[in-house]
């Protein structure tokens, strides 16, 4: 009987779930939910993370800079119907466009159908014509020509910091139009800090041009960018990534981040930014829409991890020196149900120490 009490493995069983309900419950508090354990051990174990420009690293509110008009037409002519073929679209470029229409007091209709490409742009019918609002790269491969007047405008506006799409009908392209975000005060701290907790490799994915995307990343501190990516092509990614470094976060708001925040060992949500779809998808999500909180999440996973590899150790310790005590006859029954019950009410402690600061 004493052998058995002794052999008792209740500290060692005990151990992990206590201190990963204290974690999750602190980690509640600190406006980061986390589904299970298994995400707060990855949280633990991050050694990459990718993260999605817009909405992520950027305020993902960006608003319309300028248009261009490539027919002649009167500019606001022209957002009053980019905005009418944009109205059922919840991107934020297509949101910056109504916006921008609203502000001009415009009046904007209702498009007679809609389309979104996710990834490329819009497809709508305003008064039976067929519009397409969309990145420069999703409108050439739609057939339409840019030429070099086009693009020398693209590059141009882009070089600025700008984010392009091109408005064209069945005769071409009409007109630029040029959206700019701007990034979160906090994100180059937040890098900074990833950096600091161990994680040594930290890219930016998005479906933005390459050299709006070179900007905002150099104003983040981050070294990594992958830019003009579709949806499938941030998953592929991901799982590159996930083969290279084994534990990878991904970082995302909108309907376009499901994919890759699938794809991750675990995928993070920007909570009230994000869309209802990234937040299903996601295994932890940040319930302020503040960048710190990623730093947060990944510092108390970590924490967690020592505190279980110390209720581990402890528990394995205790064991070793009870087992062959009751099995020498050292020590009696009294004694090994009080060191075993001791043994537990320490790695309790311990893991509760988890639910402050």
């Known amino acids: 009987a004493t052998v058995l009490v002794a052999a008792a493995p209740c500290a060692l069983v005990i151990s992990i779930p206590v201190t990963y309900v204290a974690a999750m419950g602190r980690a509640s508090r600190d ?47 022209l957002l009053t119907l980019a905005a009418t073929a944009e109205r059922r679209s919840e991107h934020p470029i297509a949101r910056a466009i109504v916006r921008a229409a609203d502000a001009r007091n415009l ?35 739609q057939g339409h020509d840019l030429n070099p007047a086009v693009t020398d405008v693209i590059e141009g506006l882009e070089s600025a910091g700008n984010t392009t799409v091109v408005m064209a009908d069945p005769t071409g392209p009409l007109a630029v139009l040029a959206v700019a975000d701007t990034i979160r005060p906090q994100a180059a701290d937040t890098i900074e800090h990833l950096r600091a907790l161990g994680v040594h490799h930290i890219t ?91 730093v947060t999440a990944i510092t108390i996973g970590r924490r967690t991890r020592r505190v279980v590899t110390q209720n581990v150790a402890l528990s394995l310790i205790i064991l070793a020196a009870l087992v062959p005590a009751a099995l020498l006859g050292v020590i009696g029954l009294t004694a090994a149900v009080l060191a075993h019950e001791l043994s537990e009410l320490v790695v309790i402690l311990n893991g509760t120490r988890m639910a402050k600061k």
């Not at 991050?46 to 008009?69: M, Q, S, V, W, Y």
């Not at 008064?127 to 409108?139: E, M, N, V």
């Open 31 to 77: 406006g980061v939910l986390i589904k299970g354990g298994i995400y707060l051990e990855e949280l633990g174990r991050l050694r990459a993370i990718a993260l999605d420009k817009t909405g992520t690293l950027t305020h993902g509110r960006p608003e319309l800079t300028e248009i261009h008009p490539l027919d002649g037409r009167d500019p606001d002519q």
């Open 107 to 141: 009046t904007i209709g209702e498009p007679d159908t809609f389309h979104a490409a996710v990834g490329g742009g819009i497809h709508a019918r305003i008064d039976g014509t067929d519009l397409t609002i969309a990145s420069p790269d999703y409108t050439t491969s």
């Open 204 to 294: 930016m994915l998005t479906g933005d041009n390459p050299r709006t995307a070179r900007a905002i990343a150099t104003r983040a501190g981050i070294d990594h960018v992958d830019a003009s990516l579709r949806p499938e092509d941030k998953a592929a990614r991901i799982r590159q990534l996930v083969d290279e470094h084994h534990h990878v976060a991904m970082v995302g708001d909108g309907i376009n981040d499901a994919p890759p925040l699938t794809a991750a060992s675990v995928g993070i949500a920007m909570g009230t930014a994000g869309s209802d779809i990234a937040l299903e998808t996601a295994d932890v999500a940040l319930m302020a829409d503040d960048l710190t909180r990623l």
